[in-house]
Nanobody, 118 residues
C-alpha cells in the first residue's frame, strides 16, 4: 500500500512561482514512476510532469520551460517547481505513483488547489 500527501498549494499572482511537494510512504520499492496531474473544472485530468527511477522526465507541452519535476533517490518525495505561472495553470494538482503490472496500478494523493490570479 502507498500513501501520498501533497503540500504547497495556495494562491499566487500571475507571473509568480510556487513549489508543490509530495511525501510518499508505504511500499515504494515497487513504484516505477511518480508524477503530477492536474484537473480544472470542466476539463479532464491531465499529466503535468512525471519522473521515473532512472531520472527520465516528461512534461506537458503547456508547462515545458516553466515547470520542473524532481525526486529524491528513494522516491520518498517528489516536487514540482512552477515558475511564470499563468491563470490557465489554476487547477487541483494531484500527486501520482505508478506500479507496473497487469494492469498498471495507480496511487493518488487527495490533491492540493493552486489558484493563479490575473
Amino acid at each position: 500500500q502507498v500513501q501520498l500527501v501533497e503540500s504547497g498549494g495556495g494562491l499566487v499572482q500571475a507571473g509568480g512561482s510556487m513549489r508543490l511537494s509530495c511525501a510518499a510512504s508505504g511500499s515504494m520499492w515497487n513504484i516505477n514512476t511518480m508524477g503530477w496531474y492536474r484537473q480544472a473544472p470542466g476539463k479532464q485530468r491531465e499529466l503535468v510532469a512525471s519522473i521515473n527511477r532512472g531520472g527520465s522526465t516528461n512534461y506537458a507541452d503547456s508547462v515545458k520551460g516553466r515547470f520542473t519535476i524532481a525526486r529524491d533517490n528513494a522516491m520518498n518525495t517528489v516536487s514540482l517547481q512552477m515558475n511564470s505561472l499563468k491563470p490557465g495553470d489554476t487547477a487541483v494538482y494531484y500527486c501520482n505513483a505508478k506500479e507496473f503490472g497487469v494492469p498498471v496500478m495507480d496511487y493518488w494523493g487527495k490533491g492540493t488547489l493552486v489558484t493563479v490570479s490575473s
